[in-house]
């Protein structure tokens, strides 16, 4: 489903050369859910943006269902929901249900498909009580819900959430991952970043670990446990750290 071939970013900074990804590699199979795990400046979110289009890699490819994310991004697009941490990208002034229409004229969606969409959006999220509601008004578990709901307005097939639980309360955290088990029943292929172990072991079928840059691990979150025997995801990434890229690479 994704494909992520040999991918190199580099940035230019006021002339500071700065590498975010190191030939990255890995393949994400449909309807996985696969945990970003990597310390600040790892390059996670260099990562998903790629994904997304948003960014051009310097070397290496992306493929999104078998569509290039540079030279067929809209196909890509289409077929992609992102969130990122921090933003809900919500106007307080609207109503939840005007948010999502707005979104959706933006994808380019029909009166009436609009209005399915969001009717079941509502009733699989559970806010139906509130979506004639204004967002201003809303708590933080509401408005997330509001969120996802907007990055999955238009259907896609595969969703990227960049540390979306990070800041969040308990509640509000507590939605992401109801909702994630949701989108993995749908069959919905999902990658989200986080730090928060415990929230990938609960929730990823494999992890993809970055270190300044570079893949360190990708696979399956039950061999990992088996080959490092123990389910510390915690201690499995510290270690893995500690020994770097070498023994993965070899
Ligand atoms: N637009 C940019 N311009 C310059 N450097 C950037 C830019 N975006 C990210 N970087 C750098 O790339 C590296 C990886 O960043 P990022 O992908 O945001 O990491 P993470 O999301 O894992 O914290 C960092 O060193 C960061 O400073
Ligand atoms: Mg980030």
Redesign the pocket.
Known sequence: MIEIHEVTKK?K?KKVH?T?LKHVSFTVQKGQVVGLL??????????LRTIATLLVPTEGHVTVAEYDSVKQATEVKKRIGVLFGGETGLYNRLTARENLEYFATLYGLSKHETKVRIDDLAKMFGMRDYLNRKVGDFSKGMRQKVAIARTLIHNPDIILFDEPTTGLDITSSNVFRQLVHQLKRDGKTIIF?SHIMEEVSMLCDSVAM?HK?ELVYHGAIEELYKSEGSKDLNYIFTSKLVRGNDEYAS
Do not use: R, Y
């Not at 990597?38 to 990562?47: P, S």
């Open positions: 940035f900074d700065v975010a990597g310390e600040n400046g790892a390059g996670k979110t260099t990562l970043s970055m840059g």
